[in-house]
């Protein structure tokens, strides 16, 4: 191992993870219907997913942050 100098910053160690199986879900299959759900807009408003999309397709994306 090296050791890091003024101006540049040392690496960060390794990380680890744990590998999935299939008895720990990992959210909806492509092409799964979701349930109806309420969320709420950026004023705070309820919005219902089913009510919001009518009767057109959605596409739905989730993003989780890596500390989660």
Do not use: C, I
């Not at 979701?34 to 950026?42: H, K, V």
């Amino acid at each position: 191992m090296t050791q890091p100098t003024d101006d540049v910053a040392p690496e960060p160690p390794p990380t680890q993870r744990n590998p999935t199986d299939d008895h720990f879900p990992t959210g909806p299959e492509v092409g799964m219907v979701l349930p109806d759900f309420t969320l709420t807009d950026q004023h705070g408003n309820a919005v219902n997913f089913q009510e919001s999309r009518g009767s057109r397709r959605a596409l739905v994306l989730f993003h989780r942050s890596a500390r989660w």
